[in-house]
């Protein structure tokens, strides 16, 4: 538990807090529309929440949001699930996310880097030119407000053009990593039935080409609504037959036409990892991504066009998406298409001196591999620009912390951030104008109503509890895919507590005000009666060189006793000795309880993971239950399927 009032690791200095955008944003809030201008971000969030209307109306006229037919009201219905966002109004997504080409027609508005480490940069004109074409050519081809538009698409700038040429006809986008194989790009694409498909060659990675053209001819016989398959050369081969080259559609002179479409009008796509059964194919609106993005990227993330920001990402991952939107605001983008480790483990940071990124988001695995490695990114590195060092994809543990303020800058805003692909953006995260503590996000979002709740449903503070979203958020879904009567959305989130949203995670609210995560809710360790969560664990024992990586399952057996194994991906040359186990649950014991010290330690020859890079704790749990392979996972969305037949042999010898 977070100690009371404990010194934070660092804090914004007087000049940092006038110049945030949210600081100025409270005092214009506070002359027009009667938000507290004292108390600073507490007060400021209070307000947000308790005055959710007036709050969101703010946010769009800080923004300058153009809506083209006026809202008869900001929320027609705060029911949830099923919140209606400014009804009667219409607007565009991408018209808002071009908008900085008036003004800054040859800056750059996309920085493309690939493993040579070289930045290219795509022009606000030659990228407005490139969507005005593209949209131009989709119309031609027939495509109509509400088809649906995919792409099989590596982080380059020609998946950006895809995207906003496909919102500016009104159609709805959705994409896949090229590593993503044929069954799992089905999962998802198969239930959105789209009729152009875009898709490269290839891709290169970790130093070699990656031919896809036999995937991409597997899509195109398992699509069959498609009408038009784009080709882009990544690698340099010809287009297949049939094919349509991606240079001749984006060739046009083309000033862009943006569609007027309501404000729930579906925007794109995304998937839920989907471990078990078809992924979710959760579908998020024009105007709700539009109003939450420039909320989080222009307050929080305090992004603006003097910025750049780069996040490391690939299109198969919600943070491609609120990358790409970081052109809201004006600011230069930066798409990595690479291995992030490649030549060698300090790569994210030569790119973020490279392309002299002023906002760095990054994975938490990626900094404790770094810590590991051995990285020292401020001896070896340019960071001078790099004002916030941003993590997300599982909580960034105190160690981590410590590493970045030692080796990066004492001075850096380090911004641990949590939400999920469900909203596409972060329930709690980054503030500019508050302190960092150790291991902790510094608050919950403005305009969320985050909360810590106990089985019954009272809040929590101090204590862990379920994270729950207790009023509406823009960006929640519209809806599922394929779910006509919405029971796979409101089982997915509100059959817990009804009306509210349970996203599936333990936090703790401090009574400070921050928010600490202790990992899925669902994947619980509970013994006698004492909840601690999977995350935890991983923080402790991953501190121990010998360790790579880690998954701690807790399963309740039919006698009603609970076996807690703890399994173990070792460095090179590490041995499981007596020595070693001696050291893991010593580390156990005296970091975070006795009673959670694992009752075997197992080494594995590596941790499943999904293809976004989370680790399955419930899969493989089922697995040890017993449940065969193919009932207790999605195959396609593995990193690694072989690695699930040691616990399926384990489950089996135990049986």
């Known amino acids: ?55 969101w109306e703010a946010v769009t006229q800080w923004f300058d949001v153009r809506f083209s037919t006026p809202y008869t009201r900001v929320l027609g219905d705060r029911a949830m699930p099923g919140a209606q966002w400014f009804p009667g109004a219409t607007l565009n997504y991408a018209e808002h996310a071009l908008r900085a080409s008036a003004t800054r027609a040859d800056e750059p508005a996309l920085l493309h880097v690939d493993e040579t480490h070289e930045p290219r940069p795509v022009t606000w004109s030659e990228l407005r030119r490139q969507v005005g074409s593209l949209a131009a050519e ?4 027939g495509v109509r407000p509400g088809d649906r538009i995919s792409g099989y698409l590596p982080n380059i700038p020609q998946a950006v053009v895809a995207l906003l040429a496909t919102a500016a006809v ?16 089905l999962d998802r694409f198969q239930q959105v039935e789209p009729v152009v498909l875009f898709t490269v060659d290839g891709y290169r990675y970790g130093g070699k080409e990656h031919d896809r053209r036999d995937t991409v001819a597997e899509l195109r016989r398992e699509l069959p609504t498609l009408r038009a398959v784009v080709h882009i050369p990544l690698l340099g081969t010809d287009a297949p037959e049939g094919a349509l080259e991606w240079s001749a559609l984006t060739a046009g002179d083309t000033e862009p036409v943006f569609e007027q479409v309501p404000f729930d009008h579906p925007l794109w796509v995304l998937y839920s990892s989907g471990t078990t059964g078809l992924p979710k194919a959760i579908v998020q609106s024009q105007g709700g991504i539009l109003v939450e993005h420039l909320k989080q990227l222009g307050l929080h993330c305090d992004l603006g066009p003097e910025d750049r920001f780069f996040w490391y990402t690939s299109t198969g991952w919600m943070m491609w998406n609120f990358l790409v939107s970081g052109l809201l605001t004006g600011t230069t983008v930066v ?17 973020a001196e490279r392309t002299r990124a002023t906002l760095y988001g990054t994975s938490a695995a990626y900094v404790m591999a770094c810590r590991k490695a051995g990285v020292h990114p401020a001896r070896d590195f340019d960071l001078s620009t790099v004002r916030c060092v941003a993590t997300t994809g599982s909580p960034l543990p105190p160690d981590g912390f410590r590493w970045l303020h030692d080796e ?28 960092v503590h150790t291991g902790e996000l510094q608050a919950p979002g403005l305009g969320t109503d985050l909360q810590s709740w106990d089985p019954a449903g009272r809040p929590l503070v101090d204590e862990v509890g379920e994270l729950v979203v207790t009023n509406p958020m823009p960006s929640m879904p519209v809806r599922f895919w394929n779910d006509p009567d919405g029971s796979r959305y409101h089982d ?25 995560i202790h990992g899925r809710s669902d994947s619980t360790l509970n013994r006698q009666g004492v909840r601690m969560g999977s995350a935890d664990i991983y923080e402790a024992v991953e501190r121990l060189p010998e360790i790579k990586e880690s998954l701690v399952i807790g399963i309740e057996q039919p006698d009603g006793g ?29 970091q975070l309880s006795p009673r959670h010290i694992p009752d075997e330690i197992i080494e594995v020859p590596g941790i499943p993971h999904t293809l976004t890079g989370k680790r399955i704790e419930v899969p493989v749990k089922r697995l040890l239950q017993g449940t065969p392979l193919d009932k207790a996972v999605n195959p396609g969305s593995i990193d690694n399927l072989d690695l699930l037949h040691f616990y399926e042999d384990l489950a089996r010898k135990r049986a």
């Open 1 to 55: 538990m977070p100690t009371v009032n404990p010194e934070p690791l660092w804090r914004p200095d007087p000049q940092r807090i006038d110049e945030a955008q949210v600081t100025r944003f409270q005092a214009w809030a506070a002359e027009h529309h009667g938000a507290p201008s004292e108390g600073g971000y507490p007060a400021l969030h209070r307000w947000s929440v308790d005055e959710l209307e007036t709050f």
């Open 138 to 141: 989709l119309r031609a081809l």
């Open 170 to 185: 009104g159609a709805v986008w959705t994409s896949c990593a090229p590593d993503f194989g044929a069954r799992s790009v």
């Open 335 to 351: 798409l990595y298409d690479g291995s992030p480790g490649h030549p060698d483990t300090a790569a994210q940071w030569r790119i």
């Open 408 to 435: 990066v800058r004492a001075d850096l805003w380090i911004a641990s951030v949590s939400g999920g692909t469900d909203v596409c953006s972060c329930f709690a995260g980054a503030v500019p104008t508050l302190p």
């Open 492 to 516: 997915s989130y509100f059959d817990t507590y009804p009306g509210v949203w349970r996203h599936g995670d333990w936090i703790t609210l401090t009574s400070r005000g921050s928010v600490v």
């Open 562 to 590: 609970y076996w807690m194994p703890l399994f173990v991906h070792l460095t090179p040359g590490a041995v499981l000795d007596d020595a070693l186990l001696d050291r893991v649950k010593r580390t156990i014991r005296e």
